[in-house]
């Protein structure tokens, strides 16, 4: 199991750590929030798959990231989202889908993007954003661009071939992308055991195809930071591929509708005894970098924050009826009916 | 006007679209220094370099996801399948990326891609390598798609379609790639979306695409040696369907026989025949008939693969039967 803890020696200063702490409990209390609204008032459809137990891997790699990196998901999508930087609101409005969400309630909670934060989406075909992620590599090495794409995917994707002859072409190129593999030990309710015959992933992700590889504990924020901000250097110094396994765990189930009766009750609790927000907040108070005071105080701003959202989602406008031909292409749309 | 091959047409217009526009480049199975499995893409790689004209592994998910992926970065790939029959193994990424992207994302990403390279029958491929796709893209909202018959046209619709903000599945006919005919030197560009008169007529309507419109040009001499005359409508975008022009004809005609070389059930002209009947039934002197591939797997034997084609015996017989005569 993944334990939070992390480095002594502190990666960050006091400053972003905090906003690290901050985007983290956000995250928590953005998808808490819309659960209720999900089972209370049928407000939110469809598949709605939390990142709870997650969110250091996301705030951890992307708080090293420059603006102008991009970022690709899979449908776990919402935790991403917020840590670069996307406003709750925005989120919020998407779930309910309303003409304010990030994607203009045509997506929902599997596709939320935002093309001003080089955020490219939330996919949910498994696997099949791996290729995408790739070819925006293949672009800003094509420029002869330093920036980077990171892309996140579960550890069942690996199982996937397009994740396969992807991270082949991107050895072979040497593009700057960095593969995260966020893995929860479960793909909906198939252990890693039970699906891939090789345990360790490097060797089917990275050693396969001479990528550098590395298995972390992703739960550890300011390691997930380093070990990316590392493999960051290396694609923008034109090195190539990283590929990370980031070890951790989702407490709830794969979507809301799933009783995750396929782990032991004690499995979960010992691993939600280890919150990786609270332990970050323990370590952060340990170095003196904030109070019991300041961390409830930024709770209560938090729940402002997303209760606002809420309040701005509801208010806000579901897209017309005849929005439906909208985006579809960037050619006027002629319907073919 | 220059006569040049159809082959030769698709190269012109991918130089040309490559020498204007820095973030066009080509990608593919054996596209550069095998100059192309049927030398579309002769002497690129030595023209415009690695960079630009680029190999890859037999990867076909791998590659279309990456020229996705380029596109939602600002580029404008070519990505060439050996053949559409190969697209099958990345029909994940062509549906649920190329064509869902702006949707799902709101309108925030553009997807402005050309999918290209042969279809259809040649030649004794047998079941695997003799597909026809055009009915399971035109099915897809999203995608625009474009098969051109003539070199002119060849040339023309690629240089379209390489200029639209848009996926474009581009299918070209392996038969045709050594047809020579007149193309315009330069900038010639073919739009989107218009159908054209191959031959004007007044008793029936003939639509067709791709190399079917060899087969219907034959049998519409043939008619007319008959005292039949025939208009033939060459689709060159399957979607979206340029239905002015078709309805346009009929409204003359009256009558309407739609010739495909794809299989018949929820074909390409059943979805023709559907659309045109919804607007002009009353204008219809017959019921418009459907001349496509038989329903079976595309055999090796060549008499058997001849037998399932649309023919010129078999186009005559249905204009017969809509005519009347
Ligand atoms: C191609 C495809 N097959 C099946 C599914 C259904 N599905 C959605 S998520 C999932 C499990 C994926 O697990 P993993 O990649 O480990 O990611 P996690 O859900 O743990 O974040 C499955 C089977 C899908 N969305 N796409």
């Not at chain 1, 008032?41 to 705030?59: D, L, M, R």
Request: one cysteine or more; aromatic letters at 8%.
């Amino acid at each position: 199991m993944a334990q939070a803890k992390t480095e002594a020696k502190p990666v960050v200063n006091r400053t972003q750590a905090l906003v690290w702490l901050r985007q983290m409990m956000l995250i928590r209390r953005f998808e808490e929030r819309a659960e209720m609204l999900y089972q209370k008032g049928n407000k939110i459809g469809g598949f709605f798959h939390q990142y709870s137990g997650q969110e250091p891997v996301a705030v951890g790699s992307i708080g090293v990231l420059r603006e102008d990196d991009y970022i690709i998901t899979a449908y776990r999508d919402h935790g991403h989202a917020l840590a670069r930087g996307m406003s709750a609101r925005a989120g919020m409005s998407e779930l309910l889908g309303k003409v304010t969400g990030c994607s203009r309630g045509k997506g929902g909670s599997m596709h939320f993007f935002d093309v001003e934060k080089g955020f490219l989406g939330g996919h949910a075909i498994v696997g099949s954003h791996v290729p995408l992620a790739t070819g925006v590599a293949f672009a800003l090495k094509y420029r002869g661009e330093d920036r980077v794409c990171v892309c996140y995917f579960g550890e069942g994707a690996i199982n996937q071939g397009s994740v396969h002859e992807a991270l082949n072409m991107a050895a072979l190129w040497k593009l700057p992308v960095i593969y995260i593999v966020e893995n929860n030990q479960y793909a909906m309710g198939t252990s890693l055991e039970r699906s891939t015959a090789v345990l360790d992933l490097r060797l089917r992700g990275a050693t396969a195809y001479g990528i550098p590889g590395i298995t972390i504990n992703g739960n550890d924020i300011e390691l997930m930071a380093k070990t990316t901000r590392e493999a960051a250097n290396r694609a923008r110094g034109g090195e190539g591929p990283t590929f990370i396994e980031a070890k951790t765990y989702r407490y709830k189930g794969h979507s809301i509708s799933d009783p995750g009766k396929y782990r032991l009750r004690e499995e979960l609790d010992s691993a939600m005894k280890n919150d990786p927000i609270m332990v970050y907040q323990n370590v952060l108070k340990q170095r003196g970098w904030i109070d019991e005071e300041t961390a409830d105080k930024m709770r209560d701003e938090i729940k402002t924050e997303v209760e606002e959202a809420i309040a701005f989602a509801e208010h806000s406008e579901p897209p017309s009826l005849d929005q439906l031909y909208e985006d579809i292409t960037v050619a006027p749309f002629i319907p073919q009916e | 006007m220059p006569l040049i091959s159809y082959r030769e047409a698709l190269n012109q217009a991918m130089t040309e679209e490559m020498e204007r526009d820095d973030r066009v480049f080509i990608m593919g199975e054996e596209v550069a220094q095998y100059d192309g499995a049927y030398k579309v893409s002769q002497g690129m790689l030595k023209k415009f370099g690695a960079r630009r004209v680029i190999d890859t592994p037999i990867s076909e998910e791998g590659f279309a996801g990456i020229g996705i992926g380029a596109a939602m970065a600002g580029l404008r790939p070519v990505i060439e399948f050996m053949t559409f029959s190969f697209s099958l193994v990345a029909i994940d990424q062509i549906v649920n990326n190329a064509a869902n992207m702006r949707y799902m994302s709101g309108g925030q990403f553009a997807v402005p891609i050309v999918f290209r390279g042969s279809s259809g029958m040649a030649g004794c491929l047998a079941a695997t390598h003799s597909h026809r796709l055009e009915a399971w893209y035109a099915h897809i909202p999203g995608l625009t798609v474009m098969m051109p018959a003539t070199p002119a046209d060849a040339k023309g619709m690629l240089k379209s379609a390489i200029r639209s903000d848009d996926p474009v599945i581009f299918m070209e006919h392996e038969v045709l790639y050594p047809e020579r005919g007149e193309v315009p030197a330069g900038e010639h560009l073919v739009p989107i979306g218009k159908a054209d008169i191959k031959r004007p007529g007044s008793d029936v309507t003939l639509i067709t695409y791709s190399r079917s419109l060899k087969t219907t040009l034959a049998a519409a001499t043939q008619l007319a040696d008959e005292g039949i005359s025939a208009e033939v409508i060459d689709l060159r975008t399957i979607r979206p369907l340029d239905l002015d022009t078709l309805l346009h004809s009929i409204i003359k005609t009256h009558r309407a026989v739609i010739i495909e070389e794809d299989w018949p059930y929820c074909g390409v002209g059943a979805g023709i025949a559907d659309r045109v009947t919804q607007r002009v039934f009353d204008e219809l002197d017959a019921p418009i008939r459907r001349v496509a591939t038989k329903d079976a797997p595309v055999p090796y034997n060549r008499a058997l693969e001849d037998s399932m084609l649309p023919s010129v015996p078999r186009i005559v017989a249905a204009v017969h039967d809509v005519v009347y005569r």
